[in-house]
């Protein structure tokens, strides 16, 4: 005798649009690998493997969600809902969802090799950034369009015969009560998907992370699962740790100097900073150098440079040969620079809820002394939200692509913007009508794809013609500071001026370890005191707004989350390294996921030997300290307790 499972029409439908679709995102997952191999090639065929069982279940999470509410349409009991027309018109909407998703998706295959993680929340605020640069990102990733167009058509395609042939060859059978249960299973079935499993806590992104091997977690992840997850973590969420008063005891002395008088408990980082002597209102500008590493320095590094002017400058200036981002993204770093808020999070504070915060940033400090401020971005306006988020902290003023006087197509990179050398000149005319005292921040755009030089500079780059694209868009944007600085250095403002050079973030392809993932260039340059000095205490982006309250002698108050550079007792540094909370001392480095023991490293050991059972009371020490500054963080981002505006 011999057994026969007969499954009724909704079910078979149902399996074979789930079954299909994880085979979809197993061969995504597939093509991922292939295009991103550098990436992936130190790893064995195993490691492989195990990543691709460990994404199976982000998989069946994403089609769970993703088509919920289309399945149970087209599982709806009773004849009527079996009309052709109306199957049709569900599996249509059901098709087009996945299909959009899909091409997300295959996306992300260039998005990873820039950012070494998956797209998330970006899709969401900058979209009218990536409807203006799509042009250029087809024709620069002309393989990954070709790949979409022709998924794409294959899915049309193969999904409108299919769900003609099966209304004809499966027609409805079962009875209403069939029906029906099956619905009930196949939504339970869903939830319990969704959430990744019946364990206690839902799936999460850090569950993609078995190991240290934080690329196998990347190609774990699918892109789905990332950009639907960051949808709903688009507020901040207090990670609490510690009794309130002992975090605030704890965060108040990593961050305080003698100048400082906090002023309310409610809110942790918000206090009174006292000068000493009466105000010294030089002019400030800061430069935003996009991805410049600090490897390409010479200056910092001492091999090979690929900043000759930068370096020339460090000689007169004070340089900070162990500075860091806060961040991996240039919408991260522009909170950071000019509002000295960290970025701890999944997600930005620029385009989350918590943007709209009650925050003093520099240009609002600089304001109340008589400052003009002003930010200056070659993208048109609205790109990143920087335009937005800048006026928040207090920078009146805003250049973007459309304010340029004028400029010809050379003068453009074809994606973004205005390339830096014509841009950073029309920022310094701009500059010059303002009324002093002013504070002005430039950021760069040249270094960042698609690298591209002017034809009419291309000549001067000719003789590094072995160097890559990226390499020699660095040293562009060093020539293009360099043509700043003769441009301004004959205005009477210029001896009158505190000039900062830093980076937003690190690029790309020079990350391998937490150093190569954050570690930035800054110089401070004063013309009237041009003695070169170097620092090497750690110190990070959010340290840059104190430290200019503490150069410029203010008196002011203020919730900076860091600490003047030049008090170099006690110096720390905390970003978020991949799933991992890092802090960073003198001669220490200590990383918490929260879920894990704590680890201890010494900062110059690159064989990352864990200290934590030799040295209990250093991890004991560091690891409240973390945890203390990420509470206080989260709960001041999460619960708009960062600063009281004025009356």
Not at 212 to 241: C, D, H, M, P, W
Not at 353 to 381: D, V
């Amino acid at each position: 005798m011999t057994f026969k499972l007969k499954l009724n029409r909704q079910v078979k439908l149902t399996l074979i649009i789930v079954f299909s679709l994880l085979l979809l995102y197993v061969l995504i997952r597939t093509g991922f690998l292939i295009y991103n191999y550098n990436r992936f090639s130190q790893f064995s065929a195993s490691e492989i493997f195990s990543a691709f069982l460990i994404g199976l279940r982000f998989d069946i999470s994403s089609i769970f969600f993703i088509n919920i509410f289309p399945l149970v349409l087209l599982n709806l009991p009773g004849k009527i809902f079996r009309n052709k027309y109306y199957e049709g018109t569900i599996f249509t909407i059901l098709v087009a969802a996945n299909l959009l998703m899909i091409i997300i998706s295959f996306s992300d295959y260039g998005y990873y090799n820039i950012t070494e993680r998956r797209l998330s929340y970006e899709l969401y605020f900058m979209i009218s950034d990536i409807i203006s640069i799509l042009p250029g990102l087809i024709i620069s990733h002309y393989i990954i369009s070709i790949i979409i167009l022709l998924t794409a058509a294959a899915i049309i395609y193969f999904s409108s015969k299919f769900i003609k042939s099966f209304h004809i060859k499966h027609p409805r059978k079962s009875t209403f009560v069939k029906e029906l249960l099956f619905l009930i299973v196949l939504i339970i079935c869903s939830i319990i998907a969704i959430r990744g499993g019946l364990q206690l806590k839902p799936l999460r992104q850090a569950n993609a992370f078995p190991n240290e091997n934080l690329e196998l977690g990347y190609l774990a992840l699918n892109t789905s699962y990332t950009v639907i997850r960051s949808y709903f973590q688009n507020n901040i969420k207090v990670i609490e740790n510690l009794d309130y008063d002992d975090a605030l005891t704890t965060v108040r002395k990593m961050i305080s100097t003698d100048k400082d008088k906090f002023i309310d408990d409610g809110f942790p980082f918000l206090r009174i900073t006292e000068a000493d002597s009466g105000i010294n209102k030089m002019n400030v500008v800061i430069f935003i150098m996009e991805s410049w590493s600090a490897n390409f320095c010479g200056s910092i590094t001492g091999k090979n440079s690929f900043t000759p002017f930068f370096d020339s400058l460090a000689e007169h200036s004070i340089l900070f040969t162990s500075f860091f981002a806060n961040g991996q993204r240039s919408i991260e770093s522009v909170p950071s620079i000019t509002a000295s808020i960290p970025s701890l999070f999944d997600i930005s504070i620029i385009g989350s809820r918590a943007e709209l915060n009650n925050i003093k940033g520099l240009g609002s400090i600089l304001k109340r002394e008589g400052y003009t401020t002003s930010f200056h971005h070659g993208a048109k306006s609205g790109s990143m939200g920087f335009d937005g988020f800048t006026k928040l902290a207090g920078f009146d003023n805003y250049f973007g692509k459309e304010d340029m006087s004028e400029y010809d197509d050379d003068d453009t990179d074809g994606m973004w913007g205005i390339c830096d050398e014509p841009f950073f000149i029309e920022s310094a005319k701009n500059i010059d009508k303002f009324n002093q005292p002013f504070c002005s921040v430039i950021f760069s755009l040249s270094s960042h794809d698609p690298f591209r030089i002017p034809d009419k500079r291309k000549s001067l780059f000719e003789k590094y013609s072995g160097e890559t694209e990226l390499e020699r868009s660095i040293r562009y944007s060093d020539f293009s500071l360099q043509k700043f600085f003769e441009y301004v250095k004959t205005k009477s403002w210029f001896d009158n001026t505190v000039f900062l050079i830093t980076a937003d973030h690190t690029l790309y392809n020079t990350r391998k370890d937490f150093e190569s993932t954050f570690h930035i260039p800054l110089l401070i340059f004063n013309p009237k005191n041009s003695t070169g000095t170097k620092y090497d205490k750690p110190a990070s982006q959010i340290d840059i707004v104190p430290s200019l309250i503490d150069m410029l002698n203010i008196t002011t108050k203020h919730s900076s989350m860091g600490k003047s550079i030049f008090d170099t007792e006690k110096r720390f540094v905390v970003f978020k390294f991949h799933s991992e909370y890092t802090i960073l001392t003198d001669q220490y480095r200590l990383g918490n996921t929260l879920e894990k023991a704590p680890t201890l490293y010494f900062n110059n050991d690159s064989s990352n030997i864990d200290l934590s059972e030799d040295k209990p009371e250093i991890v004991s020490e560091l690891n409240k300290k973390l945890l203390a500054y990420l509470q206080l963080v989260s709960y001041s981002v999460a619960h708009n307790k960062i600063f009281i505006p004025d009356r």
